[in-house]
């Protein structure tokens, strides 16, 4: 077996985290000894231990007394460095330490300027022979919510719709009118569940009253984000309700009532994408899709704020309506859900 194997093991064990431990990253941690492996973990909830004492207590769980021999003769894989600092858990690196395995293996270097190399620093100088850089960029990727938050001060934000065969996004009298499946639906569901956020505009709110919940899909609901700038929204539709957190950026108040906590933004019409992005920052939410109208997307299209879209394309096709947003990225895939097409783009540019 080799490193590749290992690490993509540990992406595969981290996987099973997504939604549950933003802003923290996802993390799989894999224990090797004589090209067997002899414990796994991954980071499961914010908060809560991290991926590596994870796979240290499951070699214990598993060999007993015979654990600690084991591991200074075994090789640690994890996907990103081991922290060094002390937050909600301690220094994952002092574990290694601890417990003097032979070797670690690690995918990326850790761009949190509380470790950034130093819990690399913290194995070697005890001794620990140290390998980086596999699967360097899978690794990247398949944490780029992480990678962006740290790096670009932002959340990653991933720019979701449906248009017509023909290119229509929306109708021109204002009425609601479905144009993706059944299955497009439930899968839109499942990706709430894996981000922190989701953000859609006054109109939108107004027009459709959505629910913005994973009731199609099990796991946690999204933070709602709404941008109502004059409180227009009425007070019985689907985003006051009690079933999620709910944040209105709005120019008339910053307030808390229950669940909904608005937020007071100065000069809305200018720069609305970029203070929107930073003030998500702010809150340690650390992704974003953004299902708002036409006007909405664009800001963010304009502003060069968007790293993934995803549309469906319905088979279907519309006399006339509200032509949909043009996309200028790189098409990463294209998948068949039912009567629809899902295009993937990611953002060259970022």
């Not at 908060?47 to 598993?62: L, M, T």
């Not at 569901?189 to 459709?208: F, M, N, S």
Request: aromatic share 10%.
């Amino acid at each position: 077996m080799t490193d590749e194997f290992y690490m993509k093991r540990c992406l595969e064990l981290a996987a099973l985290a997504i939604g549950n431990v933003s802003p923290n990253p996802m993390v799989g941690c894999v224990i090797v000894h004589n090209g067997k492996i002899i414990g796994e973990g991954y980071h499961q909830e914010y908060g809560k231990a991290h991926a590596e004492p994870n796979a240290i207590q499951s070699v214990f769980n598993r060999f007993g007394d015979e654990a600690g021999h084991l591991l200074i003769q075994a090789t640690a894989y994890v996907n990103l460095e081991p922290c060094a600092h002390f937050g909600k858990t301690p220094p994952c690196a002092d574990l290694f330490v601890k417990h003097q395995l032979k070797k670690v293996v690690i995918g990326n270097r850790d761009p949190f300027s509380g470790v950034d190399g130093k819990g690399i620093e913290k194995l070697k100088n005890a001794g620990i022979e140290v390998t980086s850089g596999i699967l360097d960029e899978e690794c990247r990727y398949f944490n780029r919510r992480f990678f962006t938050r740290i790096q670009k001060q932002r959340p990653y934000i991933i720019l979701k719709w449906a248009e017509t065969a023909n290119g229509y996004f929306a109708t021109k009298d204002g009425h609601q009118k479905w144009i993706s499946g059944a299955l497009a639906k439930r899968l839109a569901h499942q990706w709430r569940t894996e981000e922190d956020a989701i953000l859609i505009g006054k109109q939108t709110a107004i027009i459709d009253n959505p629910q913005l919940t994973a009731r199609e899909w099990p796991g946690k609901n999204p933070v709602r984000l709404v941008i109502d700038k004059n409180l227009q929204v009425p007070q019985n539709n689907h985003i006051y309700n009690d079933e999620a957190k709910t944040i209105i950026f709005n120019e008339v108040k910053t307030d808390v009532i229950g669940n909904i906590h608005y937020i007071q933004m100065e000069d809305m019409q200018f720069y609305l994408a970029q203070k929107i992005a930073f003030q998500l920052y702010l809150m340690d939410i650390q992704s974003v899709i953004i299902e708002g109208g036409a006007n909405i997307l664009n800001k963010f299209l304009d502003s060069n704020l968007w790293d993934e879209a995803r549309i469906f394309t319905s088979s279907g096709s519309w006399n006339d309506g509200i032509a949909s947003p043009v996309i200028n990225g790189y098409l990463q895939e294209q998948i068949n859900i039912q009567s629809d097409k899902l295009s993937i783009y990611i953002n060259p540019l970022n």
